[in-house]
């Protein structure tokens, strides 16, 4: 981690700097951060399903969910961080082309990973007992929440943009994310 990481600091200390009138940190930091926390919260309804007596699905499949839900935590965790790094660059080099697009680029990072999250809180879904049922939706309701605050920054970045062809790639993708996002909405 990098010597100005979120992970750092007490969460006091973060809502705090998240208060403050430095530009950054910002949405996608503050995103970024709840979809880890909401990652957490899914893998211990996973962890406490598997440890269930009375559980009789695949423990393997259980295994599998919450080893990626952490991987998943793992990167945007980084992202929270590579978030204030690419804004404080946009800010410094005077909001030049490539700044912006790594200002546009680590959202979508962001982004991918919280969707990929939503992903596993519907693979989750018939596996988890009804009393874990609430922090199940508590996971879905944060990652859902996370993607669209990162969605809202990139898309005020890609204003900005003035290469089509890289606005276009960036929306094909958001578009890609947001069907996917849709299908699992009908799933959860």
């Known amino acids: 981690m990098i010597a ?3 992970w750092n600091e ?3 200390g973060f ?10 940190p910002a949405g ?6 709840t979809a880890t926390l909401a990652l957490g919260l899914l893998i211990k309804v996973l962890e406490i399903t598997r440890n269930r007596k009375s559980f009789s699905g695949d423990p393997q499949q259980i295994e599998k969910l919450a080893r990626a839900a952490a991987n998943e935590s793992t990167r945007l965790a980084q992202y929270a961080d590579e ?18 697009r790594q ?7 962001a982004a991918r990973a919280a969707a990929a ?25 944060l990652l859902t929440g996370a993607l669209r ?12 943009e003035a290469d089509q062809q890289f606005r276009e790639r960036v929306e094909s993708e958001m578009h890609h994310i947001r069907s996917l996002w849709s299908q699992l909405g009908q799933r959860l």
């Open 4 to 6: 100005d990481s979120v």
């Open 15 to 24: 809502r705090k700097r998240l208060a403050g009138t430095d530009p950054a």
């Open 149 to 160: 605050a990162m969605f809202f920054s990139i898309e005020a970045n890609l204003q900005a």
């Open 103 to 109: 200002a546009i680029e680590v959202p979508l990072s």
């Open 10 to 12: 007490t969460l006091e």
């Open 117 to 141: 999250g939503l992903e596993f809180c519907a693979q989750s879904a018939g596996l988890v007992p009804g009393a874990l049922s609430p922090d199940l939706d508590a996971a879905r309701t």
């Open 28 to 33: 996608v930091t503050a995103a970024a951060v």
């Open 83 to 100: 978030d204030i790094a690419a804004y404080k660059e946009y800010l410094a080099s005077r909001r030049s082309a490539a700044a912006l």
